[in-house]
Nanobody
Framework: QVQLVESGGGLVQAGGSLRLSCAASGRTFSIYTMGWFRQAPGKEREFVVAISWIGGFTSYADSVKGRFTISRDSAKNTMYLQMNSLKPEDTAVYYC????????????WGQGTQVTVSS
């Protein structure tokens, strides 16, 4: 099992920045990819960005390209999401997720952290 704990959410004005962290513990050697998803009120959970644990290959949703940056510190088993130029539509609960293989489902999830962007 892998446990994921997010931190760093909060309230910020439009145009501001926040940095989210996701600390992994447990069977971290089994992690192949980690990522961030978000869910706004009344909407389905959506993919934001992912990073491969080996190699650091990244994939971004079009809505956050150029504004969000994902990174990871393998030694600390921690993933980060730097969010710049935040918009009110970025308001959501952000979830950290992990999977054990390229074709595996996102089987591990954090509890989520609230990000609220005021206009």
């Amino acid at each position: 099992q892998v446990q994921l704990v997010e931190s760093g959410g909060g309230l910020v004005q439009a145009g501001g920045s926040l940095r989210l962290s996701c600390a992994a513990s447990g069977r971290t050697f089994s992690i192949y990819t980690m990522g961030w998803f978000r869910q706004a009120p009344g909407k389905e959970r959506e993919f934001v960005v992912a990073i491969s644990w080996i190699g650091g290959f990244t994939s971004y949703a079009d809505s956050v390209k150029g504004r969000f940056t994902i990174s990871r510190d393998s030694a600390k088993n921690t993933m980060y999401l730097q969010m710049n130029s935040l918009k009110p539509e970025d308001t959501a609960v952000y979830y950290c997720a992990a999977k054990a293989g390229s074709s595996s489902p996102w089987g591990y999830w954090g509890q989520g952290t609230q990000v609220t962007v005021s206009s």
